[in-house]
């Protein structure tokens, strides 16, 4: 069985929420509101404590926080938990202070609660860590981790024993600067999956202004850090799987010499007009959404504007944040939702087909309810009588669907 990159960039907080289910003969639809209960401590995993920067927030960086991935990594058949933290500028500069945050790996007992094995696994790595990304990359049975960062990002290879090797000089994965979401994904259909690495900015401390000092360091008319804009932007990079633990940037040769270079969050693996290859969808903030249609030859043609779903109805960008595809109205083609940031709307774009999708929102009735929130990521889950993302009959996966999993 292959994972898809569960591709997850938002900050997280150690909890875990237990879903309330509708008694017994009601359905789903009935009326009856699902509940969560915060059982973290109960289950084990609240020993995690993540950081990013310091908490007045002077820069971007700071803002942004880690991820958490949901996996078998050992073959059990119980999904675990692999949380990302994030680091101290204080930790960056100075290697001889303690680094006490780290990530996580929790495995699951199978009884409602969590062993940390973060140690055990080889997973116990420091640096400022903002996503991760889960998948058999070299087809042996066993998941293996993609771990992103401010820095150089990291391969684990699963040695298939409960414990995970560095293999990431090997591979040629680091990708470097400011990486946020990954996902994989056989783009060329050849049995081996492929990784694609969104990027957001190219962010050095000493270049950018302090709170408040150019316009792009006011939000409402307050000082605050600055950015994204005006700040340098960063393209993707798209690593084509060798099949030999190896693997090679492909960016140019697949996607053009002009990749557009946006403030990147999500990428999204997906087969937007039913072709049967998988195409790349990518939530950028502050700037258009990206969608690279796949020509079936080893290349792309980036169409998100010609495709209506790389700006908002009113033809604006949008701050997106997290993303995924289902078919909501059940027609067999895949819409997207997109979560975007606070006093705007998050965003559905029904597929039309043939590739075009129409900003339905309003129309869907998620415009109002949706504008004051500033919204990253979904959790979806199947029910009874109803879609919802996720479900094999409807979901184009190659077998290399993302991951159920939940984000940043």
Not at 234 to 260: Q, R
Not at 278 to 288: E, G
Not at 298 to 305: K, S
Request: charge should be negative; hydrophobic fraction near 35%.
């Amino acid at each position: 069985m292959k994972y898809c990159g569960g591709v997850i960039i938002l900050s997280t907080v150690a909890w875990l929420a237990l879903a309330v289910a509708p008694h017994a003969g009601q359905s789903p639809t009935s009326g009856v509101q699902t509940r969560f209960v915060e059982i973290s401590r109960a289950a084990g995993i609240s020993s995690f404590r993540h950081v990013a920067g310091r908490p007045q927030k002077e820069y971007i960086l700071e803002s942004k926080g880690g991820g958490a991935g949901v996996f078998d990594y050992d073959g059990d058949g119980r999904l675990d938990i692999f949380l990302v933290s994030g680091a101290t500028f204080e930790e960056l500069e100075n290697p001889q202070i303690p680094r006490p945050h780290r990530n996580k790996l929790f495995r699951n007992n199978r009884d409602g609660t969590f062993t940390d094995v973060t140690e055990a696994a080889g997973l116990g790595a420091w640096g400022w860590g903002t996503g991760a990304a889960a998948a058999d990359y070299d087809n042996d049975g066993c998941v293996d981790l993609y771990v992103t960062y401010y820095g150089q990002n990291t391969l684990y290879h699963n040695n298939c024993d409960g414990t995970f090797a560095d293999v990431t000089s090997k591979a040629g994965v680091a990708a470097g600067s400011w990486s946020t979401g990954a996902a994989w994904g056989d783009y060329d259909r050849d049995g081996r999956l492929d990784l694609y690495v969104a990027r957001y900015i190219d962010f050095k401390r000493g270049e950018v202004p302090k709170k408040g000092d150019a316009s792009y360091c006011r939000y409402g008319g307050v000082p605050v850090y600055c950015g994204p804009r005006g700040l340098k932007p960063l393209s993707g990079i798209l690593y084509h799987n060798n099949g030999d633990g190896t693997f090679t940037d492909v960016t140019e040769k697949a996607m053009g010499p002009d990749v557009p270079k946006y403030y990147s969050f999500t990428p999204l693996w997906v087969d937007v007009d039913n072709d049967g290859w998988p195409d790349l969808f990518v939530t950028d903030d502050s700037t258009p959404n990206l969608l690279f249609r796949n020509r079936r030859d080893g290349t792309f043609e980036e169409t998100g504007a010609l495709a209506g779903c790389a700006y908002s109805r009113d033809g604006l960008e949008q701050a997106g944040m997290g993303a995924d595809f289902g078919d909501y109205d059940h027609d067999g083609l895949l819409d997207v939702f997109i979560g975007n940031f606070a006093d705007d709307y998050s965003t559905l774009f029904k597929n039309m087909g043939n590739g075009i999708f129409k900003d339905i929102t309003e129309e869907g009735g998620m415009r109002a309810a949706t504008w004051p929130m500033l919204t990253w990521a979904y959790i979806q889950r199947r029910t009874s009588g109803t879609w919802t993302p996720g479900s094999s009959s409807t979901r184009r996966c190659f077998e290399t669907c993302r991951m159920e999993s939940s984000a940043k």
